[in-house]
C-alpha cells in the first residue's frame, strides 16, 4: 500500500529565515498532496495542497512544489514568524479512494 | 459555518467503563473519519465511512465500533475503555479528492 515519509521530524530555524519540510511517497498512482498545519491543542488544518497536474503552488509565504518523477513533495515556508510554529503534516491520496495516507508530521520551532 | 463538531471536547472514564463519541459535519461532505492522535504521535486511522450506510475498518479498529447515522453524524463508541484508549481523538470529513475538514478533537483520559 501507499507510504509516505516525512522529514525532518523536528526543525528549528532563525525567526525570519526559510524552513523546508520533505515528504516522498510510494504509490505512483497518489494525484493529491495536501499540507496540515495543528497548533498546540487544536486540530489539523488543510494550508496549501497541490495536485500531479502543477509542479508548484504557491501562497503568500508558503509553497509547496511537487516532482512526481522522483515522488517527493515539500513544503516551503519563507520570512517565518512566530506564529509558524506548529506541527506539519503531509499527506497524499489517488482518485480510487480519496483516503489520506499522512506523513508523521514535523514539529517546526521559529526560534526568536 | 461550524464544520465539523465534535462532542465532548473532555472526558474521564474509569476503565471498563462505555462512551460514544459523537461527530457532525454541516459540508454535505460523503466521506467521514476518525482518528487517534498519541502525544508527540502522527494521526492514526481508526474507522472511517465512504459513504451514508458504509464504514470500514482502518489501522487500529480494535476496541471501537462506529455508526453512520446519517450523512452528517459519524459517531465512535468505546464499548469497554482501557488505559491504552487514552488519547485525542479527530473526526474529519472530505467531499472527495479535496482536504479534510477536522473537528477540535476530544481529549479522552482513561485512569
Known amino acids: 500500500g501507499e507510504n509516505v515519509e516525512q522529514h525532518p521530524s523536528t526543525l528549528s530555524v532563525q525567526e525570519g529565515d526559510s524552513a523546508v519540510i520533505k515528504c516522498t511517497y510510494s504509490?505512483?498512482?497518489?494525484?493529491?498532496f495536501p499540507w496540515y498545519k495543528q497548533e498546540l491543542g487544536k486540530g489539523p488544518q488543510l494550508i496549501i495542497d497541490i495536485r500531479s497536474n502543477v509542479g508548484e503552488k504557491k501562497d503568500q509565504r508558503i509553497a509547496v512544489t511537487l516532482n512526481k518523477t522522483a515522488k517527493h513533495f515539500s513544503l516551503h515556508i519563507t520570512e517565518t514568524q512566530p506564529e509558524d510554529s506548529a506541527v506539519y503534516f503531509c499527506a497524499a491520496s489517488k482518485q480510487s479512494n480519496y483516503q489520506l495516507i499522512w506523513g508523521a508530521g514535523t514539529k517546526l520551532i521559529i526560534k526568536p | 459555518n461550524a464544520g465539523v463538531t465534535q462532542t465532548p471536547k473532555f472526558q474521564v472514564l474509569k476503565t471498563g467503563q462505555s462512551m460514544t463519541l459523537q461527530c457532525a459535519q454541516d459540508m454535505n461532505h460523503n466521506s467521514m473519519y476518525w482518528y487517534r492522535q498519541d502525544p508527540g504521535m502522527g494521526l492514526r486511522l481508526i474507522y472511517y465511512s465512504a459513504s451514508e450506510g458504509t464504514t470500514d475498518k482502518g489501522e487500529v479498529p480494535n476496541g471501537y465500533n462506529v455508526s453512520r447515522l446519517n450523512k452528517r453524524e459519524f459517531s465512535l463508541r468505546l464499548e469497554s475503555a482501557a488505559p491504552s484508549q487514552t488519547s485525542v481523538y479527530f473526526c474529519?470529513?472530505?467531499?472527495?479528492?479535496?482536504?479534510?475538514?477536522f473537528g477540535s478533537g476530544t481529549r479522552l483520559t482513561v485512569v
Open positions: 504509490d505512483s498512482a497518489s494525484n493529491y
Open positions: 474529519a470529513a472530505t467531499g472527495g479528492n479535496y482536504g479534510y475538514t
